[in-house]
């Protein structure tokens, strides 16, 4: 009573799980984003498609036993891609069995005309998206065609795509085709994948920016998660060989060879910028 009295206490869902306190909402989720509306050299060659690899599951279970709904950040999956959309680049949109996206709509900026616009022009794609089999089955043989593989954060991408073979077995086509992989705060989750079956992490040795866990496990207080998470992921990162580029929720953006991260929901439109240039640069028009 005393939590909800202060605005701290999280916001329980009709299925059971919590959304961010009011106070959390009014702290972390602005109603309109950085977004810099870049006028990019458009890319014009063959290589112009990216991967898109979303969540389809909403709900996280915490340490205590409740769950978080969550599934990914609008924010952090829609400014890169507006980015990448400008630079001349395509999208196909997949879920691990081909469910629809689930977002974090409680996280949107609904004052962000530019953000809302992508929203509607992908909204079919990630109603109806491709199952990670499928894009396997369809487009292996086709790498000359993309750049790119992009993994947006959000809670949600912690649930299912770590455990996921598919999302290993793309990551892995990424790497040996020279594509890039690009993620940002919780998307890094996704690169546990590569160790399924007691094989070396793909990324041993990498920089990367990912959101830390000492935030993770100071939101509660404010009512952003309804406890603490199940595991700490900039620490299992670490203890796999990853070089953290960050120890605070802030705007840092890196690459490293091929792979390009970001830090937390305050560098996606750093790390789209920084994406979109990388991609012009050093990919053969």
Not at 29 to 47: A, C, L, M, R, W
Not at 203 to 217: H, K, L, Q, R, W
Not at 227 to 237: A, F, I, R, T, V
């Amino acid at each position: 009573m005393i939590k909800k009295l202060l605005g701290i206490a999280p916001k329980q869902e009709s299925d059971g799980s919590y959304s961010p306190s009011k106070l959390a909402l009014k702290m972390g989720v602005p109603d309109k984003t950085d977004f810099e509306n870049i006028s990019y050299q458009k890319y014009k060659g063959k290589k112009n498609k990216i991967l898109v690899i979303c969540t389809e599951e909403k709900n996280l279970k915490m340490k205590n036993g409740k769950f978080f709904s969550t599934g990914n950040h609008p924010v952090e999956s829609l400014v890169p891609m507006l980015h990448l959309k400008s630079a001349g680049f395509e999208f196909e949109i997949a879920t691990p069995t081909g469910k629809p996206a689930v977002f974090e709509m409680w996280a949107f900026p609904e004052k962000d005309e530019q953000v809302k616009g992508i929203y509607q022009d992908y909204k079919a794609k990630f109603k109806k998206p491709l199952s990670l089999t499928d894009f396997i089955s369809r487009s292996f043989n086709q790498s000359e065609k993309y750049a790119a593989v992009f993994i947006p954060g959000g809670h949600g991408a912690m649930i299912g795509i770590p455990e996921d073979k598919n999302v290993d077995t793309i990551l892995r086509w990424a790497h040996e085709n020279e594509l890039f992989t690009i993620s940002l705060c919780h998307g890094p989750g996704a690169f546990l994948s590569t160790t399924l079956n007691n094989k070396k992490f793909l990324y041993e040795g990498y920089n990367i920016a990912v959101f830390p866990d000492s935030v993770d496990n100071q939101t509660p207080m404010i009512g952003y998660l309804p406890g603490k998470m199940p595991y700490g992921l900039s620490e299992k990162l670490k203890s796999l060989g990853a070089n953290l580029m960050n120890t605070k929720m802030d705007k840092t953006v890196c690459v490293d060879r091929k792979l390009i991260t970001g830090a937390s929901p305050l560098a996606s439109n750093e790390l789209g910028k920084l994406a979109a240039t990388e991609l012009l640069k050093r990919i053969d028009r």
